[in-house]
């Protein structure tokens, strides 16, 4: 039985975007501090290292991100995934994943964290209803473990958190590692030896150029089809099949049956082309791409008390406006403002 709103908006059905693109995924940033200070993302020497972060009267509250959700959910996402900032940080964490877990439209709840935090969390957010966790880990050396994150833990310390979080039930994690040529490339060779076979997915990320604060250069990108060519020399790979609409990593598989491996190359190969993807950050402002520079205010409408109905109509028309494809286009506008920083937008 379709809720009131699902048939208000049913016969509009999941809004498409002006390249017919469908609004399926909602990542939402639940807090914007972090206990690491990466350097593709909030760079200690950016800004002398006094990151401005939200206060936490500005940030969401439990109910208004299970009304954002929900709103969400009605006009046809279906897959949420909670973002930061680092989210292991939230205090009450579990309660919100449960409260999320429980609204009907969500087919799949998953975060992407650092996973130091995980040995103390992993087990209750398993009991809540988290269904995925992707872990960011970017290198097995410790030097250069700290060079990319900015020195606040360690690599054994995420190590123990991925044991924490298999322990707790979570299977085929997904672990992101951003390649910064000349920093951590030269590691990246130990990470795939290191997860192969592990039953959990590496996945190699184009260093992106989000944010204002990161000076990246695109001669720092080490290009996806570098990491093919270089790792089936070793360990030859076929290519998967996308699993579903919107996926961002190329998937390919060892033909010796150890497990996959993920490039996601946005620089050298951009998706825009069917990026099904909406954020909101900790504050409540809804972006139609990672690298836009204007948000649309949703708190205003979460004080109301006539249930979700305008809001609604706010994420559908925002949607239904959207013309984002800012990875096909960055060479033809360079230096442009590139909007919120990584941490403030969730990745
Ligand atoms: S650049 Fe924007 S439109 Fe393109 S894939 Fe990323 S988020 Fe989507």
Not at 153 to 174: M, T
Request: aromatic letters at 6%; hydrophobic letters at 35%; charged letters at 25%.
């Amino acid at each position: 039985m379709l809720n009131p709103s699902q048939q208000e908006f049913s016969h509009l059905g999941s809004p498409r975007d002006l390249r017919a693109r469908p609004l399926r995924d909602l990542r939402i940033s639940i807090l914007d501090r972090c206990n690491f200070r990466c350097s593709y993302c909030m760079p200690k020497e950016s800004l002398c290292g006094k990151h401005s972060f939200l206060p936490a009267d500005e940030l969401l509250s439990d109910e208004e991100i299970e009304r954002i959700v929900r709103a969400f959910t009605s006009v046809g996402a279906t897959k949420i995934r909670l973002t930061g900032g680092e989210p292991l940080l939230r205090p009450g964490l579990p309660a919100l994943v449960k409260r999320i877990a429980a609204i009907s439209g969500v087919h799949d709840l998953s975060m992407t964290t650092n996973g130091v935090l995980l040995p103390r969390l992993a087990v209750d957010l398993a009991d809540a209803g988290l269904d995925r966790i992707t872990i960011s880990l970017d290198s097995l050396d410790e030097s250069v473990f700290s060079l990319m994150t900015g020195g606040k833990a360690s690599a054994r310390q995420v190590l123990e958190g991925i044991a924490a979080a298999e322990a707790a039930g979570f299977q085929q994690l997904k672990i992101n590692c951003v390649v910064k040529r000349g920093t951590n490339d030269h590691t990246v060779m130990d990470m795939v030896r290191h997860f192969r076979g592990s039953g959990h997915v590496l996945r190699l990320i184009e260093y992106l150029d989000v944010g204002n604060s990161n000076d990246w250069q695109k001669g720092q990108v080490v290009a996806g089809h570098e990491w093919l060519r270089r790792i089936h020399h070793h360990w030859p790979l076929k290519p998967l099949k996308y699993q579903q609409i919107g996926e961002t990593a190329q998937r390919y598989a060892f033909e010796d049956g150890e497990g996959e491996i993920g490039l996601i190359n946005s620089i050298t190969q951009p998706f825009c082309g069917y990026c099904s993807r909406a954020r909101v950050t900790a504050d409540g402002l809804l972006y139609t791409c990672l690298f836009a520079s204007q948000g649309t205010a949703l708190k205003p409408l979460l004080g109301k008390a006539d249930g979700n109905t305008d809001l609604e109509a706010l994420i559908h028309k925002t949607w239904s406006n959207r013309d984002d494809r800012y990875s096909e286009t960055r060479h033809l506008v360079p230096g442009r403002d590139k909007g919120q920083e990584m941490y403030r937008m969730g990745g």
